[in-house]
Nanobody, 121 residues
Framework: QVQLVESGGDLVQAGASLRLSCAAS????????MGWYRQAPGKQRELVAR???????TYADSVKGRFTISRDNVKNTVYLQMNSLKPEDTAVYYC???????????????WGQGTQVTVSS
């Protein structure tokens, strides 16, 4: 069983910063890619940023230069530092992780419960 616990969402004004965290716990072998997605009302869930086990990062064009994804492999935690927030960043943010279990032949994806980020103008 794997549990993902997210935190850090809040209501902030435009230009502010927030840091999201997502901690994975459970009995598993290792974590591969970790990422953040978001879903605004009436829109599809979209990729915000991903980070591989080798620390290679990918960002959506809309957040490049403002958001930074990082991970702590000891704590099994992924972070999203969000700076210069804009009203269009308002969404529920979900973490996503690829997890390998002992003896498994492929990884499995897990989603966090979501954390609300609201940016007022």
């Amino acid at each position: 069983q794997v549990q993902l616990v997210e935190s850090g969402g809040d209501l902030v004004q435009a230009g502010a910063s927030l840091r999201l965290s997502c901690a994975a716990s459970g009995n598993f072998f290792r974590i591969d890619d970790m990422g953040w997605y978001r879903q605004a009302p009436g829109k599809q869930r979209e990729l915000v940023a991903r980070i591989t086990s080798g620390d290679r990062t990918t960002y959506a064009d809309s957040v490049k230069g403002r958001f930074t994804i990082s991970r702590d492999n000891v704590k099994n935690t992924v972070y999203l530092q969000m700076n210069s927030l804009k009203p269009e960043d308002t969404a529920v943010y979900y973490c996503n992780v690829d997890i390998w279990f002992w003896g498994g032949s492929s990884s499995r994806q897990y989603w966090g419960q979501g954390t609300q980020v609201t940016v007022s103008s």
